[in-house]
């Protein structure tokens, strides 16, 4: 989805600082019932995972509590389908399966994802203008209902600065306007209709957007903290540390949300099921060569592969960066770096999400676990 180029020291309590007053009874009560509070669970359906990825609907694991189905894109100014996986929404296809789910998981909420990092070149356009964020959203919101989806979810990446496709600068107000637009269509079509989007986690993106004026019609916002460091960069990097000290991490993003205006509640951490790896490397923070062969493309591993081929695998070793709060795996023999997420800094992240009263996680994507990380999120 969603690959963004945009770190990893904790910030210690200094020794002469006796720490906080001593909590009473009831603080300490409203803590722990803070920490069992059930978090909201976003996780990323990709519709090309029935395929070679053999992941399907039936594979969805009990834990998620809100489904984003990607990917949605935009023709003529309005959702739509590709049509190059029709297949899928035919009956027995992908969208009869998620209705047949949520009969029978009625508290299961699915999203529509409309763009991605590949489909979102028109948005620069049809948010230009009124008559076009209105058609996109009456559009977006009829398909929405037609194929029985509770909310949508708008990926735009992105405004401004564009991803594979240069937007314009009108985009930091016309971006605010459009989720307005789509907001007022949701709430025409009746009560408890969804409208999220995913947002960037680096600073230079952050910026082109006009928070918070635009999380006002949102429910909340799904933070794509991750691919912070990666193979477009000159030197090795962690995909998505939770603390650093170049200002690119999990910590940075949702402070600066935060620091915004934009209230907790309305956030969600993104969880990468996946690693990124770099070749001819000697370790962290080193020149790299290139990207190393990886589960399905150059440089991104699987989660679910990296737990069964390579930790613990004869010349690999893995460390544990205390600092950033994220492992990374090392072959010295085949010179290759690899900075992912593991059972142990997910647990970290969740934790952390809970502990800053954020409404919850978001995972980019199913197909890449089978279950042992989303069993983390809310145990029972």
Not at 61 to 80: I, K, M, R, S, W
Not at 236 to 243: E, I, V
């Amino acid at each position: 989805m969603l690959w963004l180029l945009l770190g990893c020291e904790v910030h210690p309590v200094p020794a002469e600082d006796s720490g906080p007053p001593e909590a009473d009874a009831d603080s300490d009560s409203d803590a722990d019932a803070d920490s069992d509070r059930e978090l909201v669970y976003v996780a990323y359906f990709v519709e090309w995972g029935v395929y070679e990825r053999a992941f399907g609907v039936a594979d969805i694991p009990p834990e998620v509590t809100h489904l984003n189905y990607a990917f949605a894109q935009v023709t003529d100014g309005q959702c739509a389908f590709n049509d190059s996986w029709a297949a899928l929404y035919k009956d027995g296809g992908n969208i009869q399966q998620l209705e047949d789910l949520k009969a029978s998981r009625p508290d299961l909420k699915t999203l529509l994802s409309v763009g991605g990092w590949t489909l979102s070149e028109p948005f620069s356009e049809l948010a230009a203008s009124e008559s076009g964020r209105q058609l996109f959203a009456e559009s977006c919101v009829d398909f929405m209902l037609l194929h029985g989806f509770d909310g949508l979810d708008i990926d735009w990446e992105y405004p401004v600065s564009g991803g594979l496709d240069a937007g314009r600068a009108a985009d930091k107000e016309n971006y605010t306007l459009l989720l307005h637009r789509v907001r007022d269509q949701l709430d025409l079509a009746g009560v408890g209709h969804l409208l999220t989007i995913a947002a960037p986690a680096g600073p230079t993106t952050i910026e082109n957007m006009d928070i918070p004026d635009l999380a006002g019609p949102l429910d909340w916002i799904n933070l794509m903290t991750y691919d912070l460091h990666g193979g477009w960069e000159s030197t090795t990097g962690h995909n998505a540390p939770l603390y650093a000290s170049d200002g690119l991490s999990v910590d940075d993003a949702v402070q600066a949300y935060l620091d915004a205006g934009v209230p907790a509640e309305k956030l969600t951490l993104g969880l990468p099921y996946y690693g990124r790896g770099y070749g001819g490397a000697e370790g962290l923070g080193q020149h790299f060569t290139g990207l190393p062969d990886g589960t399905w493309e150059s440089g991104v591993f699987d989660y679910e592969d990296l737990r069964d081929h390579y930790v613990g695998a004869s010349g690999w070793t893995r460390y544990w960066d205390a600092d950033a709060g994220v492992p990374y795996l090392v072959s010295e023999s085949q010179r290759v770096v690899i900075s992912y997420d593991d059972a142990e800094s997910i647990q970290g992240k969740v934790d952390y999400a809970r502990e800053r009263g954020l409404l919850g996680v978001m995972a980019w994507e199913l197909s890449a676990e089978d279950g042992d990380l989303s069993a983390l999120v809310n145990p029972d």
